[in-house]
């Protein structure tokens, strides 16, 4: 019975991040109006890290303490928010969100692979069909975007796979660290550390007179920062703890699924028959994954 509750909690967890991040491409749009897009992204980390790092301090949580750690956690900071936020705010501006996604989407495959390797998790034929299937339904939602050529895709495809591959680096640190340093300083400080080089881009690369800091912006910025950000980021890494990654990672396959509901409802984009055809791919995917296969157990 306790397993079972276990197992839904940390389903429910996973699918509650998924939403969180998928939030973040419609806030993300609706803040182009009122500032540069690295200084955004720049700030976001910021107020992200700021409010963690002040939870953890004034809730007397451990230090993280040893060179090691914080290797780890600059290293996690340099891989999952600057070069993650900084591919994908440029691709963004060079690829149809279409193809972009799909190329993000990788992220969950390169990282069950590094996972196979570096953190000796074993993915069974299941896994990796439903891995499979749920690229597949990615692909299948973003085919209109696929046959399009548009200028400079190259670039933005370079862009794309740098911030995919940051991703799924620090998914495999983060998991090597679970259980050896706070989450709230760990992701606060990380949050930090990615911040300097988003910084640097933001001063040297963006006309800081083009911010029209507005109280629309700040309410966007509130919601990248802790419902896009802090959130999703310490439930992400509390649910290191609790199962393998590559079990966890197919839940990243949701996102484009949040991301076409929530393109219908707040920008009335329209919901094609080939987008729902791909949904069902994705959530015979997380099927395959979480029922078929067995159940979620915590990770030792």
Not at 57 to 85: C, D, E, K
Not at 147 to 167: C, D, P, R
Not at 286 to 294: D, Q
Request: charged share 5%; net charge positive.
């Amino acid at each position: 019975m306790l397993l079972n509750l276990h197992l839904k909690f940390v389903s429910s967890a996973a699918i509650m991040v998924m939403m969180m991040w998928a939030l973040c491409y419609p806030l993300i749009k609706l803040s182009l109006p009122y500032a540069p897009v690295m200084l955004t992204a720049f700030l976001r980390a910021v107020i992200a890290g700021c409010v963690l790092v002040l939870i953890a301090h004034f809730t007397n949580r451990p230090f993280p303490r040893g060179y090691r750690l914080w290797i780890y956690i600059t290293i996690i900071g340099l891989s999952a928010t600057s070069l993650g936020l900084w591919g994908m705010f440029y691709a963004g501006s060079l690829l149809n969100p279409g193809l972009a996604t799909v190329i993000t989407n990788m992220q969950p495959l390169i990282a069950g692979i590094l996972g196979w390797y570096f953190l000796k998790e074993r993915m069974t034929g299941v896994h990796l069909i439903g891995s499979v299937i749920g690229f597949t339904g990615i692909v299948i939602i973003s085919l209109n975007s696929l046959v399009q050529t548009e200028k400079q895709v190259l670039l933005g495809i370079i862009f794309v796979l740098m911030a995919s591959f940051g991703g799924a680096v620090s998914n495999v640190l983060l998991k090597k660290i679970a259980g050896q340093v706070d989450v709230l300083f760990a992701m606060g400080f990380q949050l930090f550390i990615g911040a300097i080089p988003l910084g640097i881009l933001a001063f040297y690369t963006t006309n800081l007179d083009s911010l029209d800091w507005k109280m629309d912006y700040t309410l966007i910025l509130l919601a990248l920062a802790l419902l896009g950000t802090a959130l999703p980021f310490i439930l992400w890494f509390w649910l290191m703890q609790h199962a393998p990654l590559f079990k966890l990672n197919v839940y990243n396959f949701l996102t484009p699924v949040f991301g076409i509901y929530l393109g219908h409802t707040v920008f009335s984009e329209s919901l094609t028959t080939i987008q729902w055809l791909g949904a069902t791919f994705i959530i015979t995917a997380i099927f395959l994954v979480t029922v078929i296969n067995g159940k979620i157990k915590p990770a030792h």
